[in-house]
């Protein structure tokens, strides 16, 4: 499956963005789908994932109840609701899928976009 993200953009702390993942192929629905952030020197951090079916979601604890992950298996389409944004929510952001449930490392995510970068200024 081949991924894109978009959305990504300048912010003001407090406020919203919603980024979309879109993905190519009748594969879509088949993989747990994930996003990931980063900065640069550090490590793509869990960001939040939703089952095939869109009816489980697992979130970091950095951004439990101001992101919702949601998904569109009829659009190819991966979202991520981004509310209450802070400064140290920037980072570049990307689209990932994989094959297992309830993992939160990179190397276990097989599929990736290009990623989109959100810069939340104070």
């Known amino acids: 499956v081949q991924l894109q993200a978009s959305g990504g953009g300048l912010v003001q702390a407090g406020g919203s963005l919603r980024l979309s993942c879109a993905a190519s192929?009748?594969?879509?629905?088949?993989?747990?789908m994930g996003w990931f952030r980063q900065v640069p020197g550090k490590e793509r951090e869990f960001v939040a994932a939703?089952?095939?079916?869109?009816?489980?979601?697992n979130y970091a604890d950095s951004v439990k109840g101001r992101f919702t992950i949601s998904r569109d298996n009829d659009k190819n389409t991966l979202y991520l609701q981004m509310s209450s944004l802070k400064p140290e929510d920037t980072a570049v952001y990307y689209c990932?899928?994989?094959?297992?449930?309830?993992?939160?490392?990179?190397?276990?995510?097989?599929?990736w976009g290009q990623g989109t970068q959100v810069t939340v200024s104070s």
């Open positions: 990932a899928a994989s094959a297992y449930w309830g993992v939160t490392t990179s190397p276990q995510y097989n599929y």
């Open positions: 192929g009748p594969t879509f629905r088949r993989y747990i």
């Open positions: 939703i089952t095939r079916s869109g009816g489980n979601t």
